[in-house]
């Protein structure tokens, strides 16, 4: 450090671009732009050419350069910061063939997380799962969250109305919304359903997957899928802001994360929120104290295409539909104003600070005065 105790000493940061770029609309691409804004809130720059000078690398994918860029990084005596954004049990249920290969991913990540000289994971949660024996990691694991602009996601007037404006739909009509790739293991299987058998409802799911990785049970769930369940795809972040903050509901039935951008952003925009009753949130997202919560089917009961498979879809979404239309009836408890509490917990600008206080930890100094 220089200057004084409360100006950290200016850093350069290899954030790289590399296959980084195949991420772009995922969850891992926007912890990398949230990255991206934490180190320069703190003054640091940014360089993304692993040849460039720089003092720290941060490392964020699963990709084969990743590893060679932590090579490249020791060579050149500069540290490595892993983020450690994926585990074994978020691979699960994800693409094609993911259940048959997903402990070679895992040792794979595992790996790759001892490349670095310190591991960085957005949760508790996380820590726990990568801390386990078999991935042999023995350097310090830091947590800090990927964070949420709060100044940004937060609702606006006119929100309401012009979702229903960009939807085609009347003033009144009510609107569920989640937002992740098309996966099982994000509950889109249910979500269809859940559609289904609330007809009165439009349910809107942003996000794309290229078509290549979708499971076959996942695109023919798409495909036919009612009237009322709608697909808009990857759209800008005004636009998502737009729904969060005009929506009825949040619906979120994933069955695994590490953390949960969408969450954090739907919270920040103050919209009711219905949650997956699964272990990452059971003490960070206490229910019905920041969010409802509904359990949801573990994936191997709702995957394929037997009748006993599609019956257990039925029923989870019988039981969810339960919930949700006592949420959007008004029956549940409003907690908007603990969930953008939670939100702002994770700001930006905090996350910003426990970003520099992993350096200093981790005794990151430029490597000469600037």
């Given at each position: 450090?220089?200057?004084?105790?409360?100006?950290?000493a200016?850093?350069?940061?290899?954030?790289?671009?590399?296959?980084?770029?195949?991420?772009?609309?995922?969850?891992?691409?926007?912890?990398?732009?949230?990255?991206?804004?934490?180190?320069?809130?703190?003054?640091?720059?940014?360089?993304?050419?692993?040849?460039?000078?720089?003092?720290?690398?941060?490392?964020?994918?699963?990709?084969?350069d990743?590893?060679?860029?932590?090579?490249?990084?020791?060579?050149?005596?500069?540290?490595?910061?892993?983020?450690?954004?994926?585990?074994?049990?978020?691979?699960?249920?994800?693409?094609?063939?993911?259940?048959?290969?997903?402990?070679?991913?895992?040792?794979?990540i595992?790996?790759?997380?001892?490349?670095g000289?310190?591991v960085?994971?957005?949760?508790?949660?996380?820590?726990?799962?990568?801390?386990?024996?078999?991935?042999?990691?023995s350097?310090?694991?830091?947590?800090?969250?990927?964070g949420?602009?709060?100044?940004?996601?937060?609702?606006?007037?006119?929100?309401?109305?012009?979702?229903?404006?960009?939807?085609?739909?009347a003033?009144e009509?009510?609107?569920?919304?989640?937002v992740?790739?098309?996966?099982?293991?994000?509950?889109?299987?249910?979500?269809v359903?859940?559609?289904?058998?609330?007809?009165?409802?439009?349910?809107?799911?942003?996000?794309?997957?290229d078509?290549?990785?979708?499971?076959k049970?996942?695109?023919?769930?798409?495909?036919s899928?009612?009237?009322n369940?709608?697909?808009?795809?990857?759209?800008?972040?005004?636009?998502?802001?737009?729904?969060?903050?005009?929506?009825?509901?949040?619906?979120f039935?994933?069955k695994?994360?590490?953390e949960?951008?969408?969450?954090?952003?739907?919270?920040a925009?103050?919209?009711?929120?219905?949650?997956?009753?699964?272990?990452?949130?059971?003490?960070?997202?206490?229910?019905?104290?920041?969010?409802?919560?509904?359990?949801?089917?573990?994936?191997?009961?709702?995957?394929?295409?037997?009748?006993?498979?599609?019956?257990?879809?039925?029923?989870?979404?019988?039981?969810?539909?339960?919930?949700?239309?006592?949420?959007?009836?008004?029956?549940?408890?409003?907690?908007?104003?603990?969930?953008?509490?939670?939100?702002?917990?994770?700001?930006?600008q905090?996350?910003?600070?426990?970003?520099?206080?992993?350096?200093?930890?981790?005794?990151?100094?430029?490597?000469?005065?600037?």
């Amino acid at each position: 450090m220089s200057g004084d105790d409360t100006t950290p000493a200016r850093l350069r940061v290899l954030i790289p671009k590399g296959l980084a770029a195949l991420a772009g609309q995922s969850g891992i691409g926007e912890a990398i732009r949230h990255q991206r804004r934490a180190v320069e809130a703190l003054g640091h720059e940014v360089v993304t050419s692993p040849f460039a000078d720089y003092d720290v690398a941060h490392l964020n994918t699963p990709f084969p350069d990743t590893p060679l860029l932590a090579a490249l990084s020791h060579l050149r005596g500069r540290p490595v910061m892993m983020w450690a954004h994926s585990t074994e049990e978020d691979f699960r249920d994800s693409f094609t063939g993911a259940n048959r290969i997903a402990p070679w991913f895992r040792r794979w990540i595992a790996w790759i997380y001892r490349r670095g000289d310190a591991v960085v994971t957005p949760t508790q949660y996380a820590r726990t799962l990568i801390s386990r024996p078999r991935y042999k990691i023995s350097r310090r694991i830091h947590v800090l969250s990927n964070g949420v602009d709060t100044g940004f996601f937060a609702r606006r007037d006119g929100d309401r109305a012009a979702l229903r404006d960009r939807l085609g739909l009347a003033p009144e009509a009510p609107v569920v919304m989640s937002v992740g790739i098309q996966m099982v293991r994000k509950g889109i299987l249910e979500w269809v359903e859940l559609a289904r058998a609330m007809p009165e409802v439009t349910f809107v799911w942003y996000g794309r997957t290229d078509p290549r990785l979708i499971t076959k049970d996942v695109a023919a769930a798409v495909a036919s899928a009612p009237s009322n369940a709608r697909f808009p795809g990857y759209v800008t972040p005004d636009v998502l802001r737009e729904a969060y903050a005009g929506c009825d509901a949040f619906c979120f039935l994933t069955k695994e994360e590490t953390e949960g951008i969408v969450l954090l952003e739907a919270l920040a925009c103050r919209a009711p929120v219905l949650l997956s009753d699964i272990p990452i949130y059971e003490e960070w997202l206490p229910d019905g104290e920041v969010v409802h919560k509904v359990p949801v089917p573990a994936s191997s009961a709702v995957n394929g295409g037997s009748d006993q498979a599609l019956r257990a879809r039925r029923s989870a979404a019988q039981k969810i539909a339960e919930r949700l239309r006592r949420l959007l009836d008004g029956d549940l408890a409003d907690l908007s104003a603990a969930g953008r509490a939670a939100a702002e917990a994770v700001d930006m600008q905090e996350v910003a600070a426990q970003l520099q206080r992993i350096y200093d930890q981790e005794g990151v100094t430029p490597r000469r005065p600037r």
